[in-house]
Protein backbone atom coordinates (compact mmCIF):
# COMPACT_ATOMS: atom_id res chain seq x y z
CA UNK A 1 0.00 0.00 0.00
CA UNK A 2 2.68 2.23 0.53
CA UNK A 3 3.48 4.52 -2.60
CA UNK A 4 6.58 6.12 -2.86
CA UNK A 5 5.11 9.67 -2.11
CA UNK A 6 4.03 8.34 1.33
CA UNK A 7 7.23 6.58 2.44
CA UNK A 8 9.84 9.17 1.22
CA UNK A 9 10.77 11.58 4.58
CA UNK A 10 8.97 14.95 3.09
CA UNK A 11 11.81 17.77 3.31
CA UNK A 12 10.62 20.99 5.45
CA UNK A 13 7.72 18.88 6.48
CA UNK A 14 8.33 19.21 10.17
CA UNK A 15 7.07 21.92 11.66
CA UNK A 16 4.91 25.35 10.92
CA UNK A 17 4.46 23.97 7.17
CA UNK A 18 0.63 22.21 8.03
CA UNK A 19 -0.78 25.60 7.86
CA UNK A 20 1.28 26.50 4.36
CA UNK A 21 0.26 23.34 3.23
CA UNK A 22 -3.41 23.51 4.03
CA UNK A 23 -4.65 27.51 3.29
CA UNK A 24 -4.28 26.82 -0.28
CA UNK A 25 -6.54 23.98 0.64
CA UNK A 26 -8.82 26.32 0.75
CA UNK A 27 -9.03 28.79 -2.06
CA UNK A 28 -11.45 28.79 -4.42
CA UNK A 29 -9.34 27.29 -7.24
CA UNK A 30 -10.66 26.02 -10.55
CA UNK A 31 -10.62 22.48 -9.13
CA UNK A 32 -12.69 23.37 -6.51
CA UNK A 33 -14.98 25.34 -8.44
CA UNK A 34 -15.32 22.41 -10.40
CA UNK A 35 -15.74 20.30 -7.65
CA UNK A 36 -18.65 22.51 -6.00
CA UNK A 37 -20.19 22.36 -10.05
CA UNK A 38 -20.48 18.38 -9.75
CA UNK A 39 -21.18 18.46 -6.64
CA UNK A 40 -24.01 20.72 -6.84
CA UNK A 41 -25.05 19.23 -10.36
CA UNK A 42 -25.47 15.89 -8.02
CA UNK A 43 -27.47 17.22 -5.14
CA UNK A 44 -29.54 18.69 -7.56
CA UNK A 45 -30.46 15.20 -9.24
CA UNK A 46 -30.51 13.84 -6.42
CA UNK A 47 -33.49 16.19 -5.13
CA UNK A 48 -36.28 16.17 -8.14
CA UNK A 49 -37.52 12.96 -6.90
CA UNK A 50 -38.40 14.65 -3.65
CA UNK A 51 -39.25 17.68 -5.77
CA UNK A 52 -41.08 16.57 -8.02
CA UNK A 53 -43.48 14.57 -5.94
CA UNK A 54 -43.87 17.96 -3.34
CA UNK A 55 -44.97 19.89 -6.42
CA UNK A 56 -47.36 17.37 -7.58
CA UNK A 57 -48.88 16.94 -4.42
CA UNK A 58 -49.88 20.59 -3.86
CA UNK A 59 -51.43 20.33 -7.44
CA UNK A 60 -55.08 19.66 -8.30
CA UNK A 61 -55.62 15.63 -9.60
CA UNK A 62 -56.61 17.42 -12.74
CA UNK A 63 -53.75 19.38 -13.00
CA UNK A 64 -51.83 16.23 -11.84
CA UNK A 65 -53.10 14.23 -14.47
CA UNK A 66 -53.14 16.66 -17.36
CA UNK A 67 -51.18 15.57 -20.66
CA UNK A 68 -49.01 18.78 -20.22
CA UNK A 69 -46.10 18.27 -17.62
CA UNK A 70 -45.31 21.12 -15.60
CA UNK A 71 -44.28 22.62 -12.45
CA UNK A 72 -46.76 25.36 -12.23
CA UNK A 73 -49.90 23.84 -12.63
CA UNK A 74 -52.49 26.46 -14.26
CA UNK A 75 -54.85 25.84 -11.18
CA UNK A 76 -52.01 26.92 -8.66
CA UNK A 77 -51.12 24.76 -6.18
CA UNK A 78 -53.28 23.48 -3.03
CA UNK A 79 -53.31 21.30 -0.05
CA UNK A 80 -56.25 20.02 -1.28
CA UNK A 81 -54.30 15.97 -1.50
CA UNK A 82 -53.11 16.35 1.75
CA UNK A 83 -56.15 17.27 3.21
CA UNK A 84 -57.92 14.46 1.44
CA UNK A 85 -55.36 11.97 2.23
CA UNK A 86 -55.84 13.14 6.01
CA UNK A 87 -59.69 12.81 6.18
CA UNK A 88 -60.04 9.30 4.60
CA UNK A 89 -56.68 7.97 4.71
CA UNK A 90 -54.69 5.83 7.76
CA UNK A 91 -51.35 7.55 7.65
CA UNK A 92 -51.89 8.57 11.17
CA UNK A 93 -52.92 5.32 12.61
CA UNK A 94 -50.03 3.59 10.40
CA UNK A 95 -47.44 5.71 11.73
CA UNK A 96 -48.57 5.19 14.71
CA UNK A 97 -47.95 1.78 14.30
CA UNK A 98 -44.61 2.37 12.89
CA UNK A 99 -43.48 3.95 15.56
CA UNK A 100 -44.59 1.58 18.34
CA UNK A 101 -43.23 -1.63 16.54
CA UNK A 102 -40.11 0.05 15.73
CA UNK A 103 -39.62 1.67 19.29
CA UNK A 104 -40.09 -1.95 20.94
CA UNK A 105 -37.75 -3.46 18.31
CA UNK A 106 -34.90 -0.91 18.73
CA UNK A 107 -35.58 -1.34 22.96
CA UNK A 108 -35.57 -5.02 23.43
CA UNK A 109 -32.77 -5.39 20.62
CA UNK A 110 -30.50 -3.07 22.48
CA UNK A 111 -31.36 -4.30 26.08
CA UNK A 112 -30.33 -8.18 24.97
CA UNK A 113 -27.55 -7.42 22.59
CA UNK A 114 -25.88 -5.22 24.97
CA UNK A 115 -26.51 -7.32 28.13
CA UNK A 116 -24.79 -10.70 25.64
CA UNK A 117 -22.26 -8.41 24.47
CA UNK A 118 -20.76 -7.64 28.13
CA UNK A 119 -20.68 -11.30 28.99
CA UNK A 120 -18.47 -12.21 25.58
CA UNK A 121 -16.27 -9.35 25.97
CA UNK A 122 -15.97 -9.26 30.37
CA UNK A 123 -16.44 -12.50 31.40
CA UNK A 124 -15.25 -16.12 31.36
CA UNK A 125 -18.08 -18.58 30.93
CA UNK A 126 -18.25 -22.51 29.61
CA UNK A 127 -19.15 -22.45 26.14
CA UNK A 128 -17.66 -18.59 25.04
CA UNK A 129 -16.29 -19.47 22.13
CA UNK A 130 -18.91 -21.66 21.05
CA UNK A 131 -21.88 -19.41 21.40
CA UNK A 132 -19.42 -16.58 19.61
CA UNK A 133 -18.80 -18.95 16.53
CA UNK A 134 -22.54 -19.21 16.22
CA UNK A 135 -23.74 -15.63 16.65
CA UNK A 136 -20.84 -14.68 14.04
CA UNK A 137 -22.12 -17.51 11.46
CA UNK A 138 -25.77 -16.51 12.14
CA UNK A 139 -24.84 -13.06 10.66
CA UNK A 140 -24.66 -14.66 6.83
CA UNK A 141 -28.34 -15.65 7.22
CA UNK A 142 -30.28 -13.48 4.95
CA UNK A 143 -33.47 -12.42 6.26
CA UNK A 144 -35.42 -13.48 3.57
CA UNK A 145 -34.83 -16.96 3.68
CA UNK A 146 -36.86 -17.29 7.07
CA UNK A 147 -39.70 -15.65 5.62
CA UNK A 148 -41.37 -19.01 4.98
CA UNK A 149 -40.59 -20.63 8.11
CA UNK A 150 -41.37 -17.81 10.25
CA UNK A 151 -44.87 -17.52 8.73
CA UNK A 152 -45.47 -20.78 9.86
CA UNK A 153 -44.08 -20.72 12.88
CA UNK A 154 -45.83 -17.50 13.96
CA UNK A 155 -49.52 -19.02 12.40
CA UNK A 156 -48.30 -21.97 15.36
CA UNK A 157 -47.94 -19.44 18.23
CA UNK A 158 -50.85 -17.75 17.20
CA UNK A 159 -49.20 -14.40 16.78
CA UNK A 160 -50.09 -13.38 13.19
CA UNK A 161 -52.09 -10.40 12.71
CA UNK A 162 -50.45 -8.91 16.33
CA UNK A 163 -47.83 -6.53 16.76
CA UNK A 164 -45.95 -8.95 18.72
CA UNK A 165 -45.35 -11.03 14.65
CA UNK A 166 -44.25 -7.50 13.71
CA UNK A 167 -41.97 -6.85 16.70
CA UNK A 168 -40.48 -10.51 17.87
CA UNK A 169 -38.49 -11.33 14.63
CA UNK A 170 -36.95 -8.35 14.13
CA UNK A 171 -34.87 -8.42 17.13
CA UNK A 172 -32.42 -9.90 16.22
CA UNK A 173 -28.75 -8.56 15.32
CA UNK A 174 -25.95 -10.60 15.30
CA UNK A 175 -23.75 -7.42 14.00
CA UNK A 176 -24.62 -5.65 16.38
CA UNK A 177 -24.25 -7.85 19.28
CA UNK A 178 -20.37 -7.38 18.05
CA UNK A 179 -20.19 -3.25 17.39
CA UNK A 180 -21.15 -3.35 21.05
CA UNK A 181 -18.77 -5.73 22.42
CA UNK A 182 -15.94 -4.52 20.44
CA UNK A 183 -16.91 -0.92 22.29
CA UNK A 184 -16.88 -2.71 25.40
CA UNK A 185 -13.53 -4.43 25.19
CA UNK A 186 -12.14 -0.65 25.00
CA UNK A 187 -13.25 0.47 28.14
CA UNK A 188 -10.29 0.39 30.43
CA UNK A 189 -10.70 -2.94 32.89
CA UNK A 190 -9.46 -0.53 35.65
CA UNK A 191 -12.69 1.16 35.86
CA UNK A 192 -14.83 -1.64 36.82
CA UNK A 193 -12.19 -2.91 39.42
CA UNK A 194 -12.85 -0.65 42.32
CA UNK A 195 -16.89 -1.53 41.69
CA UNK A 196 -15.58 -5.06 41.92
CA UNK A 197 -13.42 -4.32 45.34
CA UNK A 198 -16.68 -3.19 46.71
CA UNK A 199 -18.73 -6.24 45.80
CA UNK A 200 -20.73 -5.10 43.27
CA UNK A 201 -22.26 -7.43 41.08
CA UNK A 202 -21.95 -8.04 37.35
CA UNK A 203 -25.43 -6.45 36.64
CA UNK A 204 -24.84 -2.90 38.64
CA UNK A 205 -21.09 -2.87 37.48
CA UNK A 206 -22.98 -3.17 34.04
CA UNK A 207 -25.44 -1.00 34.48
CA UNK A 208 -23.70 1.43 36.48
CA UNK A 209 -20.51 1.91 34.83
CA UNK A 210 -20.70 -0.09 31.41
CA UNK A 211 -24.03 1.49 30.28
CA UNK A 212 -23.47 5.36 30.88
CA UNK A 213 -19.79 4.67 29.29
CA UNK A 214 -21.23 3.44 25.98
CA UNK A 215 -23.46 6.00 25.18
CA UNK A 216 -22.59 6.71 21.90
CA UNK A 217 -22.27 3.39 20.51
CA UNK A 218 -25.93 2.42 22.08
CA UNK A 219 -27.00 5.59 20.46
CA UNK A 220 -25.45 4.56 16.89
CA UNK A 221 -26.89 0.99 17.33
CA UNK A 222 -30.07 2.60 18.64
CA UNK A 223 -30.12 4.78 15.58
CA UNK A 224 -29.15 1.63 12.72
CA UNK A 225 -31.48 -0.92 14.30
CA UNK A 226 -34.50 1.69 14.12
CA UNK A 227 -34.25 2.95 10.82
CA UNK A 228 -34.35 -0.35 9.74
CA UNK A 229 -37.44 -1.04 11.67
CA UNK A 230 -39.51 1.44 10.31
CA UNK A 231 -38.21 1.33 6.96
CA UNK A 232 -38.51 -2.65 7.05
CA UNK A 233 -41.30 -3.88 4.44
CA UNK A 234 -41.24 -7.45 3.52
CA UNK A 235 -41.60 -9.29 6.93
CA UNK A 236 -44.11 -6.43 8.54
CA UNK A 237 -46.08 -6.82 4.48
CA UNK A 238 -46.51 -10.97 5.73
CA UNK A 239 -47.12 -11.00 9.22
CA UNK A 240 -50.05 -8.79 9.19
CA UNK A 241 -53.12 -8.39 7.10
CA UNK A 242 -55.49 -6.33 9.88
CA UNK A 243 -55.55 -3.52 8.12
CA UNK A 244 -55.66 -1.74 11.65
CA UNK A 245 -51.54 -3.29 12.53
CA UNK A 246 -50.26 -2.13 9.61
CA UNK A 247 -46.82 -0.23 9.41
CA UNK A 248 -46.35 2.84 7.05
CA UNK A 249 -44.40 1.02 4.37
CA UNK A 250 -47.01 -1.61 4.12
CA UNK A 251 -49.59 0.85 4.40
CA UNK A 252 -48.28 2.84 1.75
CA UNK A 253 -48.38 -0.06 -0.48
CA UNK A 254 -52.24 -0.55 -0.28
CA UNK A 255 -52.86 2.97 -1.21
CA UNK A 256 -51.40 2.57 -4.74
CA UNK A 257 -54.34 0.30 -5.29
CA UNK A 258 -56.81 2.27 -3.28
CA UNK A 259 -56.12 5.55 -4.82
CA UNK A 260 -55.28 4.62 -8.54
CA UNK A 261 -54.84 7.19 -10.89
CA UNK A 262 -55.01 9.96 -8.27
CA UNK A 263 -51.44 11.27 -8.62
CA UNK A 264 -51.34 13.67 -6.18
CA UNK A 265 -53.00 12.04 -3.55
CA UNK A 266 -50.35 9.36 -4.28
CA UNK A 267 -47.45 12.05 -3.77
CA UNK A 268 -49.23 13.51 -0.36
CA UNK A 269 -49.03 10.01 1.32
CA UNK A 270 -45.62 9.35 -0.11
CA UNK A 271 -44.25 12.64 1.35
CA UNK A 272 -46.14 12.68 4.80
CA UNK A 273 -44.73 9.11 5.23
CA UNK A 274 -40.94 10.35 4.48
CA UNK A 275 -41.71 13.13 6.65
CA UNK A 276 -41.24 11.62 10.15
CA UNK A 277 -37.69 10.03 9.57
CA UNK A 278 -36.52 13.16 7.36
CA UNK A 279 -37.41 15.82 9.99
CA UNK A 280 -35.50 13.41 12.79
CA UNK A 281 -32.70 13.15 10.32
CA UNK A 282 -32.63 17.01 9.78
CA UNK A 283 -32.62 17.46 14.27
CA UNK A 284 -29.96 14.71 14.27
CA UNK A 285 -27.86 14.85 11.11
CA UNK A 286 -24.57 15.44 13.31
CA UNK A 287 -25.52 11.65 15.76
CA UNK A 288 -27.19 10.23 12.62
CA UNK A 289 -24.75 10.37 10.35
CA UNK A 290 -22.08 9.73 12.95
CA UNK A 291 -24.57 6.71 13.91
CA UNK A 292 -24.48 5.06 10.29
CA UNK A 293 -21.18 5.39 9.43
CA UNK A 294 -19.70 3.75 13.29
CA UNK A 295 -22.36 0.37 12.54
CA UNK A 296 -22.76 0.28 8.88
CA UNK A 297 -19.41 -1.55 8.07
CA UNK A 298 -20.54 -3.91 10.63
CA UNK A 299 -22.99 -6.04 8.20
CA UNK A 300 -26.78 -5.25 7.44
CA UNK B 1 -4.72 4.13 32.15
CA UNK B 2 -3.40 5.42 35.51
CA UNK B 3 -0.40 4.12 36.99
CA UNK B 4 -1.48 3.39 40.53
CA UNK B 5 -3.84 1.07 39.41
CA UNK B 6 -1.49 -1.37 37.80
CA UNK B 7 0.27 -2.50 40.62
CA UNK B 8 -2.95 -3.37 42.03
CA UNK B 9 -3.87 -7.25 41.74
CA UNK B 10 -6.33 -7.47 39.17
CA UNK B 11 -9.84 -7.99 40.58
CA UNK B 12 -9.77 -11.75 38.98
CA UNK B 13 -6.73 -13.35 41.19
CA UNK B 14 -8.68 -11.86 44.46
CA UNK B 15 -12.03 -14.18 43.21
CA UNK B 16 -12.29 -17.13 46.02
CA UNK B 17 -12.36 -20.78 44.70
CA UNK B 18 -15.70 -21.40 42.74
CA UNK B 19 -15.71 -18.14 41.10
CA UNK B 20 -15.44 -20.48 38.19
CA UNK B 21 -19.38 -21.40 38.51
CA UNK B 22 -20.61 -17.88 39.19
CA UNK B 23 -18.54 -17.09 36.17
CA UNK B 24 -20.18 -19.34 34.10
CA UNK B 25 -24.08 -18.87 35.75
CA UNK B 26 -23.21 -14.86 35.28
CA UNK B 27 -22.18 -15.45 31.21
CA UNK B 28 -24.87 -17.57 30.53
CA UNK B 29 -27.26 -15.32 32.76
CA UNK B 30 -26.17 -12.15 30.37
CA UNK B 31 -26.55 -14.00 27.29
CA UNK B 32 -29.60 -15.97 28.08
CA UNK B 33 -31.99 -13.08 27.09
CA UNK B 34 -30.63 -12.56 23.47
CA UNK B 35 -30.95 -16.47 23.22
CA UNK B 36 -33.64 -16.95 24.09
CA UNK B 37 -34.65 -14.46 20.87
CA UNK B 38 -31.91 -16.32 18.67
CA UNK B 39 -33.19 -19.74 19.35
CA UNK B 40 -36.84 -19.22 18.89
CA UNK B 41 -36.54 -16.69 15.93
CA UNK B 42 -33.74 -17.22 14.39
CA UNK B 43 -32.45 -20.78 14.90
CA UNK B 44 -35.54 -22.66 14.80
CA UNK B 45 -36.99 -21.06 11.46
CA UNK B 46 -33.88 -21.71 9.82
CA UNK B 47 -33.56 -25.53 11.46
CA UNK B 48 -37.81 -26.04 10.75
CA UNK B 49 -37.45 -24.52 6.76
CA UNK B 50 -34.93 -26.98 6.08
CA UNK B 51 -37.38 -29.79 7.62
CA UNK B 52 -40.37 -27.79 5.41
CA UNK B 53 -38.12 -27.83 2.31
CA UNK B 54 -38.23 -31.53 2.61
CA UNK B 55 -41.76 -32.01 2.76
CA UNK B 56 -45.11 -31.25 0.63
CA UNK B 57 -46.54 -28.87 3.61
CA UNK B 58 -48.68 -26.18 1.92
CA UNK B 59 -50.94 -23.49 3.50
CA UNK B 60 -53.95 -25.48 2.68
CA UNK B 61 -52.32 -28.42 4.80
CA UNK B 62 -52.31 -31.00 2.33
CA UNK B 63 -49.35 -33.57 2.38
CA UNK B 64 -47.26 -32.58 5.52
CA UNK B 65 -45.52 -36.24 4.89
CA UNK B 66 -41.54 -36.30 3.55
CA UNK B 67 -40.71 -36.39 0.29
CA UNK B 68 -37.04 -36.35 1.10
CA UNK B 69 -35.80 -34.39 -1.72
CA UNK B 70 -38.20 -34.08 -3.98
CA UNK B 71 -38.70 -30.43 -3.70
CA UNK B 72 -34.56 -29.65 -4.42
CA UNK B 73 -34.86 -31.98 -7.76
CA UNK B 74 -38.46 -29.86 -9.04
CA UNK B 75 -36.49 -26.23 -8.38
CA UNK B 76 -33.33 -27.22 -10.15
CA UNK B 77 -35.48 -28.35 -12.93
CA UNK B 78 -37.72 -25.25 -12.86
CA UNK B 79 -37.26 -22.49 -15.82
CA UNK B 80 -38.43 -20.43 -13.52
CA UNK B 81 -36.68 -20.47 -10.50
CA UNK B 82 -33.39 -20.26 -12.87
CA UNK B 83 -35.11 -17.52 -13.84
CA UNK B 84 -35.53 -15.23 -11.06
CA UNK B 85 -31.88 -15.98 -9.61
CA UNK B 86 -30.51 -15.45 -12.91
CA UNK B 87 -32.67 -11.79 -12.17
CA UNK B 88 -31.29 -11.22 -8.98
CA UNK B 89 -27.41 -12.38 -10.15
CA UNK B 90 -28.04 -9.69 -13.03
CA UNK B 91 -29.70 -6.94 -11.02
CA UNK B 92 -26.44 -7.67 -8.44
CA UNK B 93 -23.85 -6.99 -10.77
CA UNK B 94 -25.20 -3.78 -12.48
CA UNK B 95 -26.29 -2.32 -9.55
CA UNK B 96 -23.05 -2.79 -7.13
CA UNK B 97 -20.78 -0.99 -9.89
CA UNK B 98 -22.69 2.43 -9.64
CA UNK B 99 -23.85 2.37 -6.25
CA UNK B 100 -19.96 1.85 -4.89
CA UNK B 101 -18.60 4.37 -7.97
CA UNK B 102 -21.35 7.05 -7.49
CA UNK B 103 -21.12 6.84 -3.38
CA UNK B 104 -16.84 7.24 -4.72
CA UNK B 105 -17.22 10.03 -6.48
CA UNK B 106 -19.77 11.96 -4.12
CA UNK B 107 -17.39 11.28 -1.10
CA UNK B 108 -14.10 12.38 -2.97
CA UNK B 109 -16.02 15.90 -4.20
CA UNK B 110 -17.26 16.61 -0.52
CA UNK B 111 -13.57 15.44 0.88
CA UNK B 112 -12.00 18.58 -0.83
CA UNK B 113 -13.63 20.50 1.52
CA UNK B 114 -16.65 22.30 0.20
CA UNK B 115 -18.78 24.85 1.95
CA UNK B 116 -22.07 24.12 3.59
CA UNK B 117 -21.22 19.96 3.91
CA UNK B 118 -24.51 19.46 5.74
CA UNK B 119 -26.58 20.47 2.63
CA UNK B 120 -24.69 18.10 0.24
CA UNK B 121 -24.51 15.30 2.75
CA UNK B 122 -28.24 16.24 3.46
CA UNK B 123 -29.21 15.89 -0.20
CA UNK B 124 -27.26 12.91 -0.58
CA UNK B 125 -28.10 11.24 1.98
CA UNK B 126 -32.11 11.56 2.63
CA UNK B 127 -32.86 9.11 0.37
CA UNK B 128 -31.47 6.75 2.44
CA UNK B 129 -33.85 7.21 5.12
CA UNK B 130 -36.99 6.37 2.85
CA UNK B 131 -39.11 3.56 3.41
CA UNK B 132 -39.18 1.26 -0.10
CA UNK B 133 -42.79 2.24 -0.96
CA UNK B 134 -41.74 5.70 -0.88
CA UNK B 135 -39.43 5.53 -3.21
CA UNK B 136 -41.29 2.95 -5.17
CA UNK B 137 -44.24 5.57 -5.16
CA UNK B 138 -41.92 8.88 -6.64
CA UNK B 139 -40.06 6.83 -9.46
CA UNK B 140 -43.15 5.12 -10.80
CA UNK B 141 -44.47 7.95 -11.08
CA UNK B 142 -41.77 9.81 -12.59
CA UNK B 143 -41.13 6.89 -14.84
CA UNK B 144 -45.18 7.16 -16.28
CA UNK B 145 -44.81 6.92 -19.89
CA UNK B 146 -46.79 9.61 -20.77
CA UNK B 147 -47.26 11.66 -17.44
CA UNK B 148 -43.90 11.17 -15.92
CA UNK B 149 -40.91 13.99 -15.39
CA UNK B 150 -38.11 11.73 -16.77
CA UNK B 151 -39.83 11.32 -20.20
CA UNK B 152 -40.94 14.97 -20.35
CA UNK B 153 -37.43 15.72 -20.38
CA UNK B 154 -36.40 13.27 -22.68
CA UNK B 155 -38.75 14.48 -25.36
CA UNK B 156 -37.56 18.07 -24.53
CA UNK B 157 -34.32 17.45 -25.52
CA UNK B 158 -35.37 15.46 -28.52
CA UNK B 159 -35.14 11.92 -27.54
CA UNK B 160 -37.85 9.36 -27.74
CA UNK B 161 -40.11 8.36 -24.68
CA UNK B 162 -38.85 5.20 -22.83
CA UNK B 163 -41.27 2.55 -21.66
CA UNK B 164 -39.46 2.41 -18.50
CA UNK B 165 -40.73 -0.13 -16.17
CA UNK B 166 -43.38 -1.45 -19.12
CA UNK B 167 -40.09 -2.70 -21.23
CA UNK B 168 -38.15 -5.81 -20.07
CA UNK B 169 -35.32 -4.49 -21.77
CA UNK B 170 -35.52 -1.44 -19.63
CA UNK B 171 -36.93 -2.11 -16.72
CA UNK B 172 -34.36 -3.94 -14.51
CA UNK B 173 -32.47 -0.48 -15.50
CA UNK B 174 -35.21 1.68 -14.50
CA UNK B 175 -35.04 -0.58 -11.03
CA UNK B 176 -31.17 0.10 -10.49
CA UNK B 177 -31.40 3.88 -10.90
CA UNK B 178 -34.15 3.81 -8.49
CA UNK B 179 -31.99 1.67 -6.17
CA UNK B 180 -28.85 3.99 -6.46
CA UNK B 181 -30.89 7.38 -5.87
CA UNK B 182 -32.19 5.86 -2.80
CA UNK B 183 -28.86 3.52 -0.93
CA UNK B 184 -26.06 5.01 -2.39
CA UNK B 185 -25.97 7.50 0.60
CA UNK B 186 -25.41 4.43 3.10
CA UNK B 187 -22.05 3.66 0.96
CA UNK B 188 -21.46 7.56 0.42
CA UNK B 189 -21.77 7.90 4.32
CA UNK B 190 -19.28 5.17 4.91
CA UNK B 191 -16.66 6.29 2.40
CA UNK B 192 -16.47 9.97 3.29
CA UNK B 193 -15.58 8.51 7.29
CA UNK B 194 -12.91 6.27 5.74
CA UNK B 195 -11.98 9.25 4.01
CA UNK B 196 -11.79 11.75 6.90
CA UNK B 197 -9.49 9.29 9.04
CA UNK B 198 -6.62 8.93 6.20
CA UNK B 199 -4.35 11.29 8.62
CA UNK B 200 -3.56 15.18 6.44
CA UNK B 201 -0.05 14.56 7.07
CA UNK B 202 0.12 12.13 3.84
CA UNK B 203 -1.49 14.81 1.71
CA UNK B 204 0.76 17.56 2.84
CA UNK B 205 4.27 15.24 2.41
CA UNK B 206 2.66 14.89 -0.80
CA UNK B 207 1.34 17.89 -1.77
CA UNK B 208 5.19 19.46 -0.79
CA UNK B 209 6.46 16.69 -3.41
CA UNK B 210 4.34 18.94 -5.79
CA UNK B 211 1.68 16.03 -6.28
CA UNK B 212 -2.03 17.93 -7.49
CA UNK B 213 -5.18 17.00 -5.79
CA UNK B 214 -5.88 14.40 -9.05
CA UNK B 215 -2.50 12.94 -8.66
CA UNK B 216 -3.15 12.90 -4.46
CA UNK B 217 -6.76 11.15 -5.01
CA UNK B 218 -5.12 8.46 -6.56
CA UNK B 219 -2.39 7.79 -5.16
CA UNK B 220 -3.08 8.72 -1.72
CA UNK B 221 -7.14 8.33 -1.02
CA UNK B 222 -7.69 5.42 -3.33
CA UNK B 223 -4.97 3.29 -1.88
CA UNK B 224 -5.84 4.15 1.44
CA UNK B 225 -9.27 3.56 1.03
CA UNK B 226 -8.87 -0.01 -0.21
CA UNK B 227 -10.09 -2.14 3.12
CA UNK B 228 -13.08 0.18 3.01
CA UNK B 229 -13.91 -0.59 -0.67
CA UNK B 230 -13.68 -4.34 -0.26
CA UNK B 231 -15.64 -3.70 2.89
CA UNK B 232 -18.38 -1.22 0.78
CA UNK B 233 -18.29 -4.23 -2.28
CA UNK B 234 -18.47 -7.06 -0.06
CA UNK B 235 -21.92 -5.34 1.66
CA UNK B 236 -23.11 -4.21 -0.99
CA UNK B 237 -23.19 -7.14 -2.72
CA UNK B 238 -25.13 -9.20 0.14
CA UNK B 239 -27.72 -6.25 0.01
CA UNK B 240 -28.36 -6.39 -3.97
CA UNK B 241 -28.71 -10.27 -3.63
CA UNK B 242 -31.81 -9.41 -1.28
CA UNK B 243 -33.51 -7.19 -4.05
CA UNK B 244 -36.98 -7.87 -3.43
CA UNK B 245 -39.21 -4.22 -2.75
CA UNK B 246 -38.65 -2.27 -5.08
CA UNK B 247 -39.13 -4.57 -7.73
CA UNK B 248 -42.28 -6.15 -6.29
CA UNK B 249 -43.66 -2.45 -5.28
CA UNK B 250 -42.55 -1.07 -9.01
CA UNK B 251 -42.78 -3.80 -11.64
CA UNK B 252 -44.76 -6.73 -9.70
CA UNK B 253 -41.61 -8.79 -11.14
CA UNK B 254 -42.39 -7.73 -14.99
CA UNK B 255 -42.89 -7.22 -17.48
CA UNK B 256 -43.39 -10.83 -18.42
CA UNK B 257 -41.45 -12.29 -15.37
CA UNK B 258 -37.74 -10.09 -16.69
CA UNK B 259 -37.27 -8.39 -13.09
CA UNK B 260 -38.73 -10.83 -10.92
CA UNK B 261 -36.18 -11.57 -8.21
CA UNK B 262 -35.77 -14.91 -6.51
CA UNK B 263 -37.28 -13.52 -3.30
CA UNK B 264 -40.14 -12.69 -5.19
CA UNK B 265 -40.09 -16.04 -6.16
CA UNK B 266 -39.73 -17.70 -2.97
CA UNK B 267 -42.72 -15.00 -1.67
CA UNK B 268 -44.71 -15.85 -4.73
CA UNK B 269 -44.53 -19.94 -4.17
CA UNK B 270 -45.14 -19.59 -0.59
CA UNK B 271 -48.00 -17.48 -0.42
CA UNK B 272 -49.88 -17.13 -3.83
CA UNK B 273 -49.24 -20.96 -4.84
CA UNK B 274 -49.48 -21.96 -1.04
CA UNK B 275 -46.40 -24.27 -1.32
CA UNK B 276 -44.70 -23.71 1.44
CA UNK B 277 -42.46 -27.04 1.19
CA UNK B 278 -40.95 -26.13 -2.46
CA UNK B 279 -40.75 -22.65 -1.44
CA UNK B 280 -38.67 -23.36 1.72
CA UNK B 281 -36.45 -25.69 -0.73
CA UNK B 282 -36.02 -22.67 -2.72
CA UNK B 283 -35.07 -20.59 0.16
CA UNK B 284 -32.63 -23.11 0.77
CA UNK B 285 -30.61 -23.00 -2.93
CA UNK B 286 -30.86 -18.97 -2.48
CA UNK B 287 -29.38 -19.49 0.79
CA UNK B 288 -26.76 -21.88 -0.53
CA UNK B 289 -25.86 -19.44 -2.96
CA UNK B 290 -25.41 -16.66 -0.39
CA UNK B 291 -23.19 -19.18 1.74
CA UNK B 292 -21.07 -19.83 -1.35
CA UNK B 293 -20.57 -15.78 -2.16
CA UNK B 294 -19.66 -15.25 1.39
CA UNK B 295 -17.22 -17.64 1.43
CA UNK B 296 -15.61 -16.85 -2.29
CA UNK B 297 -15.20 -13.24 -0.62
CA UNK B 298 -13.65 -14.61 2.51
CA UNK B 299 -11.04 -16.42 1.05
CA UNK B 300 -10.51 -13.34 -1.07
CA UNK B 301 -10.35 -10.28 1.58
CA UNK B 302 -8.24 -12.98 3.53
CA UNK B 303 -6.02 -13.45 0.83
CA UNK B 304 -5.27 -10.18 -0.08
CA UNK B 305 -5.06 -9.07 3.87
CA UNK B 306 -2.07 -11.69 4.24
Known amino acids: MATPTLTRPAPNATTGNSLKVRQPRKKMTAGRIAAIVVAAFIAVLWLIPFAWATATAFKTETDAAAPDVTWLPPSGFTPEAFVKVFQDGNIPLWTWNSLYTSAAITAITLVISALVAYALSRIDFKGKKVLMTVIIASIIIPPPVLIIPLFYQMLALQLIDTSWAIILPQVIHPAMVFVLKKFFDQIPRELEEAAVMDGASRLRIFTQIILPLSRPILAAVAIFVFIGAWNNFLWPFIATNDGNLLTLPVGLQTIKSAYGIQYAQNMASALLAALPLIVVFLFFQRQIIKGVATTGLAGT | ?306
Open chain 2, 1 to 306: MSTSTLSRPRPENLRKPGSRTRSNLSGWGFAAPFLVFFLVFLVWPILYGFYMSLTGKSLTGANDSLIGFANYAEALADADMWRSLGNTLYFTVISTVPLVLVALVMAALLNIGLPAQWLWRLSYFAPYLLASTVVSLFFTWMYNPQLGLINEFLTGIGLPRVAWLNDPNVAMWAVVIATLWWTVGFNFLLYLAAMQNIPAQHYEAASLDGAGAWRQFFSITLPQLTPTTVMIVLLQILASLKIFDQVYQMTAGGPGGSTRPVVQYIFETGFTGYRLGYSAAISYIFFGLIVVISIMQFVITRRRSA
